[in-house]
């Protein structure tokens, strides 16, 4: 969107939509500007997933050891250790 802020213009600025873009140029920064827009959306949308996923990752393979452990027979890590 482009605000007209010319002096001939009335005191009201004027919304240029880019259907109605006056210049060839005016149309192409437009889409230039989309296309930056899209791209920072779809980076921090891949870094929240991508987060979410390391998380259930992490917990996941915190589960998987402390099965292993359980099974190798070793005491939980909260859990007291009678003996000597």
């Known amino acids: ?3 007209d802020m010319s002096p001939a ?9 880019p259907s109605e873009a006056a210049t ?7 889409r230039n ?11 921090v949308v891949l ?3 991508g987060a979410i996923a390391a998380g259930l990752w992490r917990r996941q393979r915190r589960r ?3 099965r292993a452990k359980t099974a190798a027979g070793l005491p939980h890590p ?4 009678e003996g000597p």
């Open 64 to 66: 998987q050891r402390s």
């Open 33 to 43: 500007e989309a296309l930056i827009l899209g791209i920072a959306v779809s980076f």
């Open 9 to 17: 213009s009335s005191s009201e600025p004027t919304v240029i939509y």
């Open 47 to 49: 870094l929240i997933v």
């Open 78 to 81: 909260y859990q007291k250790v």
């Open 24 to 30: 060839p140029a005016d149309k192409q920064r437009m």
């Open 1 to 3: 969107m482009k605000w």
